[in-house]
């Protein structure tokens, strides 16, 4: 969730209501473990809450050797280790692992096309 709105109610107040209206959750994951809440990412926190509303996760991560090529200042190496148990959860689920963002781009259309069909 990139972008919450100005309100009275919380981030996560706003985040459930969103998941909540949702079909899918779709998660794109690079080299960054983002912004926590009592130890949780909101993305972790996201994911389990999607899970839990029956809301279908869909996974985007990036392909190992990608992994080793991208740009230092987009990587949040003090919370590698957090990053690293964050991927395993979600590799366990519907995964698509992409090298580059032109690839994800494609898959990532194809899967909102199949999306509006069902």
């Known amino acids: 969730m990139e972008a919450f709105q100005a309100s009275d109610d919380t981030q996560w107040d706003y985040i ?3 998941i909540d209206d949702s079909d899918y959750y779709v998660l794109i994951v690079a080299e960054r473990y983002g912004s926590e809440l009592k130890g949780k990412n ?10 839990a509303q029956a809301c279908l996760p869909v996974a985007f991560l990036l392909e190992g050797g990608a992994r080793k090529t991208w740009a ?10 957090k990053l690293e148990r964050f991927r395993k959860l979600y590799e366990k689920k519907l995964v698509n692992i992409g090298a580059t963002r032109t690839i994800w781009r494609v898959r990532l259309r194809w899967l909102l096309d199949v999306m509006t069909v069902v």
């Open 16 to 18: 459930k209501r969103r």
């Open 42 to 51: 909101y993305t972790q926190m996201e994911y389990k809450y999607a899970v």
């Open 72 to 81: 230092a200042e987009k990587v949040e190496f003090d919370k590698k280790a």
